[in-house]
């Protein structure tokens, strides 16, 4: 069974909304703010993070977002060469013609579409971003860890990563850096509660 991870950068109330470009849905006033802080350790804690990912799965916002920019980078750019390479899934009804190299449109819905996904090779399953697809993933309890990058900013507005859940959710802290530039990066394993279960990771 392949594990599913997010990969997820939020400030510190929370907002994962427009990291890295411009955003105005919902009036959001901060979009690409994690240009805002620098941290030159990012890159490389995340590529760290990703080695062990053999595929990568999107919404289809985020996808769009990728495609404008990764396929036009050098292989030299170790981050560029793995997503270029890597298998891609895309959860989206709209999309029928996928133009980035060894990507694939999930057919049908979406957790028995997951589920296999799971089911089917060797390695792990990374979700960069892609929002409103993690907490559906996190709903569903299709998530089996999660690497949240909290940067020291405070916007007071915009899309929080986290939303409604239909039973609690357990995190195991797994690994912890805290950057030079303060960035704190949290990875958890989790585990879906059920009212009558005891205490988590026993």
Not at 175 to 184: C, D, K, L, M
Request: charged share 20%; aromatic share 8%; hydrophobic share 40%.
């Amino acid at each position: 069974m392949r594990t599913l991870g997010l990969v997820e950068f939020v400030t510190l109330d929370g907002v994962m909304q427009g990291f890295a470009n411009d955003d105005p849905e919902g009036g959001f006033r901060h979009g690409g703010w994690g240009q805002w802080h620098p941290d030159p350790e990012l890159a490389e804690i995340g590529g760290q993070g990703l080695s062990g990912d053999t595929a990568y799965l999107f919404g289809r916002r985020t996808y769009d977002e990728m495609i404008r920019f990764w396929p036009h980078q050098p292989d030299s750019n170790a981050m560029a060469a793995n997503l270029n390479a890597a298998r891609k899934y895309v959860a989206s009804r709209t999309l029928t013609d996928p133009t980035w190299h060894n990507t694939t449109v999930l057919d049908g819905n979406l957790e028995p579409a997951v589920r296999r996904l799971k089911e089917d090779g060797d390695g792990g399953i990374a979700v960069l971003g892609s929002g409103r697809l993690a907490q559906k993933l996190l709903q569903l309890g299709l998530v089996d860890q999660m690497t949240i990058f909290v940067h020291p900013l405070l916007l007071g507005e915009g899309r929080q990563l986290f939303g409604a859940l239909d039973a609690p959710v357990a995190l195991e802290l797994s690994r912890h850096q805290v950057t030079s530039a303060g960035t704190v990066v949290l990875t958890y394993r989790l585990e879906y509660l059920t009212p009558d279960q005891g205490p988590p990771f026993q």
